[in-house]
């Protein structure tokens, strides 16, 4: 696991930790998170923990992935709230064209709660979506909500002077395993 970090380190972020992983075989993309915080130090969205698929699902704690294929303009950004919440979109450009990605109609993940670890994994297959013999660009990435604080933004790398997902220049390349 990769760690992830805060795009502005804040003394109330000292005892957080996030790790992510993915892992591109077969058309099959599957993505880990592994957070570490004290309870109180994160807002936790609401919800009965079914699977619902919801907009703006960033404004508070969520976990979300950004993919695309290597030279093309349009990409996919997943998010996934520990409240059971998901949406996947596709956007034709940088942030252009915001919309639900057709043909994915459900994204079941895992979510595995302790009393200061939070783990949330999915599988997804992009078969129809990407050729799944070539590479991936890819960004883990979180927006985590303290209830005191607000929303601090995690990443594999920051890629500008100011918190910002969407940018390509965060995304790493992901070879597809054999």
């Known amino acids: 696991m990769q760690r992830l970090y805060p795009f502005e380190p ?16 077969g058309g ?42 290597p030279g093309q303009e349009a990409y996919w950004e997943i998010n996934l709230s520990p409240n059971g ?15 639900p990605a057709a043909g994915i109609k459900a994204l079941p993940y895992c979510l595995r709660a ?13 078969c129809s979506l990407l050729n799944p013999a070539a590479p991936l660009e890819l960004c883990l990435t979180a927006v985590l909500d303290d209830p005191e604080h607000g929303c601090s933004y995690w990443a594999w790398r920051h890629g500008g002077a100011e ?9 790493q390349l992901l070879e597809p395993s054999a």
């Open 10 to 25: 804040q003394p109330w972020l000292a005892g957080v930790q996030l790790r992510g992983s993915a892992h591109w075989q």
């Open 28 to 69: 099959i993309l599957s993505v880990c998170f592994a957070l570490q915080a004290p309870h109180a130090a994160l807002k936790r969205p609401g919800g009965c923990g079914e699977l619902y698929r919801r907009d703006g699902l960033w404004q508070s704690t969520c976990f979300e992935t950004f993919l695309a294929a």
């Open 85 to 99: 919440d998901w949406n996947v979109y596709a956007l034709s450009a940088y942030r252009q064209n915001l919309k």
């Open 114 to 126: 302790l009393d200061e670890e939070l783990q949330i994994s999915f599988q997804l297959n992009l």
């Open 163 to 171: 918190p910002d997902f969407h940018r390509r220049a965060s995304f």
